[in-house]
């Protein structure tokens, strides 16, 4: 094994473990029971991708929470059309990693196809409208542009008040 592939497997075993948080927190975030499930099953590939790569790198690595909770914060921003799709890419992108390094890992193969299996799964479950999440970003926008037109019409007044003042 090269200094070179033992980081690239020490980043990617960090990252599926952070996979594995990160399906597990939004299968306690979200209402739609199949998503939930379906997350479950995620995390528990997530962490057998991470036993895999553990084999190679002989390293043990702690889980991190972070990106875990910035999913789940995007989760009740973008809601789930805009989230899982998003999330579906980063699986894909996964695979021309592992592709890389297949050939000297050869158990890598098996996490090759879950990863294109869980890009495809995401996109499936961004269809699925069963006890729909409501989005937050409508809202945060609405927000957003009363703040705005408040501030505007706060001037205007402000003008008007002054233009009066002057008249007197
Ligand atoms: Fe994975
Ligand atoms: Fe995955």
Redesign the pocket.
Known sequence: MTEEQKKTLIKSQQGELD?VETYLMLADTVHNPSDRKAFKL?AA??GRHAAVIKKYTGTVLKPGKLQARAVTILYHILGKKILYPLMARF?YD?IPKYRALERDFPELESVIN??KR?GDTLHELAKNGEEEDIPKWPFILAAIMILIRTVQLVRIIRKFVAKIRQLH
């Open positions: 996979g995620l590939d997530e699986e996964a879950d990863e869980h």
